[in-house]
């Protein structure tokens, strides 16, 4: 590793930033296709509530400590967690944690990828004008022809890649920060017109009962552990995304209200997906416990009996296409950075390589649902092996680790003086990430592992 190298470690142009693009990795398919339709299976309000719970005391620590080790380490998380453990003079096996989020944001990519091509599909569907006023069968078939072509899936999973790859390669600042200075604002956008459209719809008051009403028959153990481990998902948390753009923070910014707003940003962004999606859903007289078609079935289908309906559509979709694009640039940044920075690959090169190993296991994902759907393993297909094996797994040792490493290992000092916090506020942040955040986890992953039925 060269010292020139590591000297031009780039850096995002203002704090704002560095909050947009962090926005941007955490708002994804995971606020506008997973956070609604789990809400709708855990009984909506009570959940909400527990989520919120989980996201200050167990994700808000983390993400601060993500931010933090990759501030100071001021490097791609694998070259980081080295130069890290010798400053704290510890086991340099705790570099472990990069090449695990390294590994992890590669299997998560090859899978999202396939999602993202979904949502592009969908925008190309939209256009056609293939929901208007179809019925359910029609619907259905049309989610089902999709993903039983393995030619079409295909297709768009290469146009996810591309359009992934072509941002990283541009760099931090031509790539990552243009391309989220841009899309997040319009994302938001599009939310907001979204939900002025909906508080007139006769949905709308329902949606908010479901959503806000806590009901709390409908919990159980398990509503906590769903909600935890939704927030590691959403969050970005404990694959070295956060702690890569954490990396290229400018010194001055404070680490805590950065990561404060960012938290702020995705939960607001989830809710007010759940403020379009639900009122939609409920104006149409249907059920808002749809499971994973929540997004790619039920809402086409009351889109399509509604009078704006074919705009609305178009436009959700670019929607989530968008909120996928800006995550899956952060799945792929701690890879192409560690190329970058450890052996000086060309950022063009380290993402076209990146992304052709990533496409290349993106494959099997998508042929799961077609071809090779007879390959299974527990029951579940390869995606949901892929699915399951990261965000049950991979994710929450990751935090953990993180957590244990920011608490226990770093040298308080050190973790004091680039927190920027002294007093009673840095013994929270150490309470929170030393035992609290990694016996949250443990919860989850024990959880994740089928260990409570
Ligand atoms: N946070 C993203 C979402 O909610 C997914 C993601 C996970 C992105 C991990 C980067 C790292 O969709």
């Known amino acids: 590793m060269s010292a020139q190298h590591l000297e031009s470690h780039p850096q995002w142009s203002t704090r704002l930033a560095f909050i947009l693009a962090s926005a941007g990795s955490a708002v994804g398919l995971g606020n506008i296709w997973k956070f609604p339709y789990i809400m709708g299976d855990n009984g909506g309000g009570a959940f909400v509530l527990i989520y919120l719970g989980c996201l200050l005391i167990v994700a808000t620590p983390i993400l601060i400590s993500e931010v933090m080790l990759g501030r100071r380490s001021r490097s791609n998380p694998i070259s980081g967690m080295a130069k890290l453990s010798r400053e704290a003079?510890?086991?340099?096996?705790?570099?472990?944690i990069g090449w695990m989020g390294v590994l992890t944001g590669f299997l998560i990519l090859s899978y999202y990828s396939v999602v993202m091509g979904w949502a592009l599909a969908y925008i190309e569907k939209a256009a056609d004008g293939a929901f208007v006023g179809a019925d359910a069968d029609t619907v259905e078939g049309i989610f089902t022809s999709l993903v039983s072509n393995p030619g079409t899936l295909l297709f768009w999973h290469t146009v996810a890649m591309l359009l992934t790859i072509t941002v990283v390669a541009r760099g931090v600042r031509g790539g990552l920060e243009l391309a989220t200075r841009i899309m997040m604002p319009l994302l938001i956008?599009?939310?907001?017109?979204?939900?002025?459209?909906?508080?007139g719809t006769s949905g709308f008051a329902p949606a908010m009962e479901f959503m806000f009403a806590p009901d709390f028959s409908r919990v159980t153990g398990e509503t906590f552990l769903v909600a935890l481990g939704h927030a590691f998902f959403t969050l970005s948390l404990g694959m070295?995304?956060?702690?890569?753009?954490?990396?290229?923070?400018?010194a001055n910014a404070s680490i805590v209200k950065a990561g404060i707003w960012i938290i702020v940003l995705d939960t607001a962004i989830a809710l007010l997906a759940g403020m379009v999606i639900f009122p939609i859903v409920f104006s149409n007289g249907m059920s808002p416990e749809q499971g994973a078609g929540l997004i790619f079935q039920t809402l086409p289908l009351a889109l399509g009996a509604m009078e704006w309906g074919y705009w609305l559509a178009i436009v959700l979709f670019i929607l989530v296409s968008i909120a996928a694009w800006t995550s899956a640039i952060s799945l792929v940044e701690p890879?192409?950075?560690?190329?970058?920075?450890?052996?000086?690959?060309?950022?063009?090169?380290?993402?076209?390589?990146?992304?052709?190993?990533?496409?290349?296991?993106?494959?099997?994902?998508a042929l799961s649902f077609n071809l090779i759907d007879d390959v299974t393993l527990f029951g579940k297909n390869f995606f949901g092996i892929m699915e399951f094996l990261t965000a049950n797994i991979l994710l929450p040792a990751g935090g953990m680790l993180i957590a244990l490493f920011a608490a226990w290992r770093m040298r308080r000092a050190d973790s004091s003086e680039e927190l920027g916090l002294s007093g009673g506020a840095y013994r929270l942040w150490w309470a929170l990430a030393a035992v609290v955040a990694p016996a949250g986890v443990a919860l989850v992953f024990l959880n994740g592992l089928g260990l409570f039925g």
């Open 89 to 96: 003079g510890v086991s340099p096996a705790w570099q472990l």
């Open 189 to 199: 956008a599009i939310l907001v017109l979204l939900f002025g459209y909906n508080i």
């Open 240 to 250: 070295g995304a956060i702690m890569v753009y954490g990396s290229y923070m400018p």
């Open 335 to 365: 890879a192409v950075s560690y190329l970058y920075e450890r052996f000086g690959v060309r950022r063009l090169y380290s993402a076209i390589g990146a992304g052709i190993a990533t496409w290349t296991l993106g494959v099997f994902s």
